[in-house]
């Protein structure tokens, strides 16, 4: 079954320093592979997506991740971590489902903490 | 903000009611879905429907149903309630009838957060 693991639960970094979260997904076919932030009390927000084409994608915030087909992963980067990057962070796959439908799966999620 | 309007923001409510949860998807998008988020579950996929007709399911439970109405809005329903059902429960909408259709990602909602006592 199609699965996604983010084996960080939580991470701390200091602002200013690099951040990477790791993503690993299972899934046969060629994945469309995202990341979402969600902030307390609120709702998931994109910050980037990989659908083809250049396997290093930007996003928002300035958060990129680069997909590694080999090692079946989409880690998400950020060079210089702010306080406000606090959140938790959900990478998720989207898988094919029955008449072409498709759904998202999502990780565990990894909690980010930033220590001033 | 997404454009994907999620109402109410909280409800707490006792086992055994039923409850219905509103969403409006962004202007244009055709295709809800419907995601519940617990401590020890994650995010799990419940229910797409697309352009007011159900397109795939996941892991929901008999006891709850949806539906999309003619103006594109979604109501997800909700009854002999259990404590377990306690959970974070978004909705997300997108232009296609699937993620591929315009490599388009799903616009999230912030959620309605269920409590059963």
């Known amino acids: 079954a199609q699965s996604v693991t983010q084996p960080d639960i939580h991470i701390t970094v200091s602002e200013g320093a690099s951040l990477e979260l790791r993503c690993n997904y299972s899934y046969g076919a060629t994945p469309y592979l995202f990341w979402y932030v969600q902030s307390p009390g609120q709702g998931l927000q994109l910050l980037l997506k990989y659908f083809s084409g250049d396997t290093l994608v930007q996003g928002i915030k300035g958060f990129e991740a680069e997909f590694k087909r080999s090692q079946s992963s989409f880690n998400l980067r950020k060079p210089s971590v702010h306080w406000s990057d606090a959140a938790e962070y959900f990478c998720a796959v989207g898988v094919g489902g029955q008449g072409g439908s498709e759904k998202l799966v999502f990780g565990k999620g990894t909690k980010l903490t930033v220590n001033p | 903000d997404s454009g994907v309007t999620q109402t109410p923001k909280h409800l707490i409510t006792a086992t055994g009611q039923r409850v219905t949860l509103r969403c409006s998807p962004r202007?244009?998008?055709?295709?809800v879905y419907w995601y519940q988020q617990s401590l020890d579950q994650g995010l799990q996929f419940l229910i797409q429907y697309y352009n007011g007709e159900e397109r795939a399911k996941g892991n929901i439970l008999e006891r709850f149903s949806a539906q999309q109405f003619p103006d594109l809005h979604s109501e997800l329903n909700l009854s002999s309630l259990e404590l377990g059902d306690s959970a974070l429960y978004f909705c997300?909408?997108?232009?296609?009838?699937?993620?591929?259709?315009?490599?388009?990602?799903?616009?999230f909602g912030n959620g309605t957060r269920l409590t059963v006592t």
């Open positions: 997300a909408s997108s232009p296609g009838r699937s993620i591929s259709s315009y490599n388009s990602p799903l616009h």
């Open positions: 202007s244009g998008d055709l295709s």
